[in-house]
């Protein structure tokens, strides 16, 4: 059986056309460029003139997206009607029905090439003629309705004559292009000139002024040598759509202000702060390189039209190539073979040049592939985790974070992105250390981010030294959306939550749609204990991104804090269907159902939801702490006990110390509802002598919860308990940042949660850091309330503990804490009856023994039948 015959190269196909006669019209002399989607050939039509034909690579004869690039090009240009726009003479399909485009064939060189000849900087005299004429060509096309949408050096071509042409019109379209047609996966430009609004893929933002940006962006690296932004193409397309342009004085600092002024115009994030139209842009141009160059723009074209034909001409090249031939200026280059030439790896940026250059390099791993206009799925999901992040949807940017790390692990950029998410200090880590290793990748505003950081990497970690690093960094770049909130995000944390409200109330005054600003502006206003100021907050994010799941997850706990179930079951709901729900969205939607009155039934068909959804890895412990929560608030505490203890076994090889803390927790509040002190201390016991053998959380020092509950149930004394206390106490501040309200909040985990007689509450008042207390509105919970009325009532005073007691009763949080929020209703009818409320505690006695009353074994329920039957309460309990 013969062998099959060799897979042919797009090059080695392409050669097979040279002596060929298109559509009896135009023939092929010879082979001049293969780029990514396009190979380009000197050729011949029937009159004996030289024409350059580009033809399409097979593999792209099936894709309608590069299809309708290739059509566009054919009449786009044309369209412009202006000498400086390369026409396109012809289109069609060949005989083989290969689509190809006939275009006149140019000499000269490209603004790149010129540039990277003359060492990577043009004189500014030629900088201006030329971006004069540049700016005729695009004012042309504006006044037609056509916006060019790829304007960068590579596609600035200088003839042989001095003129400039500006090639490549296949990603452009009209103004009034009703987005029928959508290059889905596409990349409609190159990052390194692409304007903000085209970068973030807002097609309908793009405009005349997007063409002035890339035409700013152009001069930008023509006189100073760089980019307006470090990096590789991924880094460079998410500074362009994260935030402003540096300063061309920053790279060029001995050109004249007049002139950094002007460009730095038409670098503006906003649409709105450059010109409208490149005719506009034209007019500023002359006005400020005049005085600059001490003589009008125009009368200095000839000179440099002259002295560019000059070197053109001592070239000497006789052939072009492509309707883009590159002269051969100065040394002559050593010839390279068209085998080695053809089959080299790298490709410029532009769909019409399909220019192969033999020495650079290939694309970097996860980049856009330039030839083909088509952008690298790495790039793609890059792109979506930047917008996703903007508009506040944290767990959906993790996720096309996670998607980029997966196809590149190289790429620092979504590594660096993912630590600034700020979703726990051990995923933080393990980001930052990549994006270390690679940071050779990452822009100045990237790698500065990335400096900042480099604290968390120590534990503890010193939030407040990474808070002022970053302060650092947003002076830097002061209108840089994700520095400054960035920059917030760490201020709450750290505490200084006003000092964030000032920051973001900048962010938002630029950018009001920013959704992750909106987010940290509610966590900040949590932290100040406003939690009416947070919901609003939420609701501004949520009216310019309904979909934004930081901000649906924020407001599920704002309601279910605030008693508003059937508001949190609404939006749980709608987070729900969502494509990415946070993992505590089943825990939410039943405390929702739950709260609001709904069926046993409905909770557990949402519990099962819940179970099915968990990573296989958690599926049985979720099972298990489902089914141990649900039943305490039956009463049914022997399938609790069994619930807890198969929980307990399930978690017992896993070595972080949350996995045992949370089940630990759960026994001992159920042996101390069950009166059973000796083993509630047993429990409390073993558990801190098995503490040594896990990985301590980094943000918790758990080692308090079981003292609290050995004194409670006494086994401890009170000055043992004391003693432990303050060592723990003293140990948690050297060690443990102070986190938002953290002062606080480890006085009502050391002083008020083991308050159990009125000498314990007094030394706790004492104790507390601040009068009236405050805690955060998102991340305190009924406990907390609890803890706090409780420690009131046993100081006697009263009417300060009811407000704590009537929130965290009304609260939606029974599933989640359904020990604390049947203690706390028990509290509540004891504060209330003090207050010469005895309907009302007849309401708080009654929720208790609907709950416990069939136990007899329950501590709460005695002791609310005691208070009932003492009351005359009329109301049945339903027990």
């Not at 994006?435 to 120590?458: F, P, W, Y």
């Not at 073993?686 to 919860?705: C, H, K, T």
Request: hydrophobic share 45%.
């Amino acid at each position: 059986m013969p062998s099959p015959a060799p897979r042919l190269s797009a090059s080695e196909r392409a050669l097979m056309r040279i002596g060929t006669t298109i559509r009896g019209k135009y023939r092929v002399d010879r082979l001049l460029r293969v780029g990514g989607m396009a190979a380009v050939y000197a050729a011949t039509d029937r009159r004996g003139h030289r024409v350059a034909v580009k033809f399409l690579l097979e593999r792209f004869a099936d894709d309608p997206d590069i299809l309708q690039l290739f059509d566009r090009e054919a009449h786009a240009a044309n369209q412009v009607n202006h000498p400086g726009a390369v026409p396109v003479l012809d289109h069609g399909v060949d005989e083989n029905g290969a689509a190809f485009l006939v275009m006149p064939l140019l000499e000269g060189e490209t603004l790149r090439e010129r540039w990277e000849r003359a060492g990577k900087s043009l004189p500014v005299a030629e900088v201006a003629v030329f971006m004069s004429d540049v700016l005729a060509v695009l004012a042309s096309a504006h006044a037609r309705g056509v916006i060019h949408r790829d304007i960068k050096p590579e596609n600035l071509f200088v003839t042989r004559a001095g003129e400039v042409r500006v090639l490549d019109f296949g990603v452009a379209r009209r103004v009034d292009d009703d987005g029928s047609a959508t290059m889905t996966g596409r990349m409609m430009g190159t990052p390194a000139f692409m304007p903000p609004e085209q970068a973030r893929g807002d097609r309908h933002a793009v405009g005349p002024h997007s063409d002035c940006w890339s035409t700013g962006a152009t001069m930008f690296t023509l006189l100073s040598g760089t980019f307006v932004h470090e990096g590789g193409a991924s880094a460079q397309l998410a500074a362009t759509m994260m935030g402003h342009a540096r300063s061309l004085a920053e790279v060029a600092p001995a050109l004249p202000p007049v002139i950094v002024q002007f460009v730095d115009k038409a670098l503006a994030f906003e649409p709105k702060d450059r010109w409208p139209t490149a005719e506009d842009m034209r007019h500023a141009l002359h006005e400020a390189f005049t005085p600059a160059l001490g003589e009008a723009v125009d009368g200095l074209a000839e000179r440099v039209r002259e002295r560019v034909v000059s070197e053109l001409a001592s070239g000497g090249d006789e052939d072009a190539e492509a309707t883009r031939a590159p002269a051969r200026v100065g040394p002559r280059r050593e010839k390279i073979s068209l085998w080695k030439g053809l089959l080299a790896g790298g490709v410029v940026l532009g769909l019409a040049t399909a220019t192969v250059f033999a020495t650079r390099e290939p694309p970097p791993k996860g980049e856009a592939n330039p030839a083909s206009g088509s952008i690298d799925p790495a790039i793609a999901h890059l792109r979506a985790g930047l917008q996703n992040w903007h508009d506040g949807s944290v767990r959906a940017a993790q996720e096309e974070f996670d998607r980029v790390i997966a196809l590149d692990r190289g790429s620092a950029a979504a590594h660096l992105y993912s630590a600034l998410l700020f979703e726990g200090e051990d995923v933080m880590r393990e980001h930052l250390g990549a994006a270390l290793a690679q940071r050779e990748g990452l822009g100045m505003r990237d790698r500065a981010l990335l400096e900042a950081l480099t604290d968390v990497r120590t534990v503890p970690w010193n939030v407040n030294a990474t808070a002022e690093r970053m302060l650092s960094v947003a002076a830097r770049f002061p209108s840089d959306w994700a520095v400054q909130t960035s920059l917030a995000a760490l201020q709450t944390m750290a505490g200084n939550a006003r000092d964030a409200l000032a920051v973001l109330d900048g962010v938002l005054r630029e950018d009001p749609k920013a959704g992750i600003a909106w987010f940290d502006e509610s966590n900040a206003f949590a932290s100040l204990g406003d939690a009416k100021s947070a919901r609003g907050s939420l609701e501004e994010c949520l009216r310019s991104s309904p979909d934004a799941d930081g901000c649906l997850d924020n407001m599920i706990q704002i309601d279910l804090r605030e008693g508003q179930c059937a508001e949190s079951e609404r939006t749980a709901r709608k987070l729900m269907a969502t494509s990415l729900p946070p993992r505590s969205w089943g825990a939410s939607l039943v405390d929702s159902i739950y709260g609001r009155g709904g069926t046993m039934e409905s909770v557990q068909s949402v519990i099962e939801q819940e179970w099915r959804l968990a990573p296989p890895a958690e599926r049985e412990s979720t099972r298990l702490r489902s089914k141990a929560v649900s039943h305490v608030l039956t009463g049914d505490f022997a399938t609790v006990a069994e619930a807890l203890a198969a929980w307990d076994e399930e978690v017992a090889n896993r070595k972080y110390e949350e996995d045992h803390a949370m089940v630990a927790k759960l026994r001992f509040y159920l042996a101390m509802e069950l009166g059973d002190r000796p083993l509630t201390a047993r429990l409390a016991a073993q558990y801190l002598s098995r503490r040594e053998a896990w990985l301590a959380s980094s943000y918790y020092d758990w080692e308090i919860v079981p003292l609290r509950i050995q004194y409670l149930a006494g086994g401890l004394s009170r000055e043992a308990f004391q003693a432990r206390r303050k060592a723990w106490l003293t140990r948690t501040a050297a060690t443990h940042q102070p986190l938002r309200n953290e002062s606080n909040t480890r006085w009502i985990e050391a002083y008020a949660f083991a308050a159990i007689t009125h000498a314990d509450a007094v030394d706790a008042l004492r104790a507390l850091p601040e009068s009236p207390p405050t805690f955060d509105a998102l991340r305190t919970d009924v406990g907390d309330d609890l803890a706090m009325g409780r420690v009131y009532f046993l100081a006697g005073e009263t009417e300060k503990a009811l407000p704590y007691l009537r929130h965290g009763a009304r609260s939606c949080q029974a599933l989640r804490f359904p020990f604390e929020h049947t203690w706390i209703h028990l509290q509540l009818g004891e504060s209330l009856e003090r207050a010469g409320d005895p309907s009302g505690a007849c309401g708080a006695y009654g929720i208790v023994l609907s709950r416990w009353g069939k136990d007899p074994r329950s501590v709460s329920a005695r002791a609310a039948r005691l208070r009932w039957a003492a009351l005359r309460c009329v109301t049945a309990p339903h027990e």
